[in-house]
DNA sequence: CCGACGATGTAGCGTGGCTGCATGGATCCC
DNA sequence: GGGATCCATGCAGCCACGCTACATCGTCGG
């Protein structure tokens, strides 16, 4: 019962193969294919099933999976005691944040980071139901949802960071520029740029224009917010903008919304298991401190 | 961080010295030191400090050790995870009782354990302070302390699983044979025969004679309740002996003390990792309810 | 002061796990 | 429908890690 198999029974589940399991665990596909078969004959159940050309979890390899989440964290704990007794938490911590929530806080991330930590950065902007899996690879992966979307499962801690409103962007020469709010009856019509198929604000646009009974006219689909305000700025189409993190932009005015909570929330995901090293804890809390005086 | 380094940790710990850890771990003083070395340079902290010419963890090493354990308990529920998809519970359990619990639990324990399960019986009598350190070799460690003793500690998992009380053995033809129960008093300037120091009964001993309020006279030290008995038969002193176990005897007579009392406790004691065993448990309940039948 | 005990280094061997390559299915697409 | 592709999996070979055996050093008891 090796943890370093069960660590890699886990990642083939998050990652949905061996072969994307390997990339993570940074192992030849062959290597993680060893490692559950080694570890399906000493426990004497299947762990994994092929389903076409690819595999997945058997019954008792996903309760085994479940149960390795438990003796990572154990482990880490374990790490953990000792650091304890060691100055100051010392160590590489590897955080990735969307495009916006990257531009919002990473630059005032590391200047906050005390001596002897390292603070790797990326910028990982993917779907919806992708941001789970990047923790294999990122201790602290910066996420966002939309208002009442579904959690992000069991798997992962979340720590609620902010919780960012979405206006609507128009240019400066737009027929509503010059009020202070708008409600969604009086965007019936408009152009929409919005972003791409599974990322999180679409289904913030469907919801808005839902309330104001017509089907959104999309135009455009752009994921880089400075990109959507420039071209909201040149007039083609109206956006939803998160009101902190929308990259600025010349030419733009942004309209809190009425009658109609849109809004996403930022979270950060992390493994459970990682949550517990000391180093990840120091440089959450100072994320969580910069939340919290942006936010306020 | 290798959980069997871990599990060395502990070892070393509990059995108090790397000699002894080597011998319950199946392996050489020179792996045991090697594996702890080792640990102890991935933690970057000492873990064992030398003292005399033996050696003590130091707090950090404490700590881990602690930790340790709740590696293992998460380990031993991954396999029982798994264990749980099988048909039926397989596996050797080894199971220790001191002389008379041995008598009167193994014989009807091992026949009632289900089939494909393997139980290992051993008698081990050893002084108080060494029951626990028998979990290392033995998964249910069947022991006895006296009434009020202070607990085993809270490294092991205690299952309570018999109070049983402790009578006076008389002689047939002693002056109190007659009588149906009998009082400290009743007892002053008696020969007792007792057990050898610092095993469980001879406190219950020191606690009836001080309510006798006199020095008790020590004869004779056995602690085989059948050698007690017999010792007693021929008219060579009076015992303290467990109701229930004590091992028959002709010509002896067990009065049941009044006034005070006088009594001790039979518990099973597991580590808690191997409490996670679905064999262990499975013999840990067949215990439990062969006791429940004894005492009722 | 010598003998015994207990922990710790060192050399050498064996085993276990990984890489690289080849194989066998299953899917996609033209 | 058939070739190309992708994915998981066997197999040989190599490397490295951990164990044993033996030697050494420090400490306690007689």
Redesign the pocket.
């Known amino acids: 019962m ?1 943890p ?1 198999a069960l660590e890699t029974l886990r990642a083939v589940r998050t990652q949905g ?4 399991a390997a990339d993570v665990l ?6 993680v ?6 570890l399906a004959r000493d426990v004497g159940v299947a762990l ?1 099933e ?1 389903v ?4 997945r979890l058997t019954p008792a390899g996903e309760a085994l999976a479940d149960a390795a989440l438990d003796v990572a964290v154990a482990l880490e704990r374990a790490q953990a005691a000792c650091d304890g007794f060691l100055a100051a938490p010392r160590g590489t911590v590897r955080v990735s944040a969307f495009a916006s929530a990257a531009q919002l806080f990473l630059p005032r991330l590391l200047s906050r980071v005390p001596h002897g930590v390292d603070v790797e950065c990326a910028d990982e902007d993917v779907a919806q139901a992708d941001f789970v899996g990047l923790t294999d690879r990122i201790d602290i992966v910066v996420a966002h949802r939309p208002d009442g979307a579904g959690s992000w499962g069991d798997r992962v801690r979340v720590v609620p960071l902010l919780r960012e409103p979405l206006d609507v962007a128009v240019p400066t020469g737009h027929r509503l520029a010059g009020q202070e709010t708008v409600h969604p009856a009086e965007l019936a019509g408009e152009a929409w740029i919005s972003v791409r198929e599974g990322f999180p604000i679409s289904t913030v646009l469907a919801a808005v224009a839902a309330a104001s009974g017509t089907e959104p006219r999309i135009v455009h689909r752009i994921n880089d917010f400075h990109v959507a305000s420039s071209l909201v700025a040149a007039g083609h189409g109206v956006s939803l903008l998160p009101r902190h993190s929308h990259g600025g932009g010349e030419g733009v005015r942004l309209l809190p919304l009425t009658g109609v909570r849109a809004g996403r929330r930022i979270d950060a995901l992390l493994r459970p298991d990682r949550a517990e090293r000391l180093v990840v804890r120091s440089v959450l809390d100072e994320l969580c401190a910069l939340a919290a005086e942006i936010d306020g």
């Open positions: 090796d370093r193969g061996v072969t994307a940074h192992l030849t596909p062959s290597a294919s060893q490692q559950v078969a080694v994994t092929r076409g050309r690819g595999l």
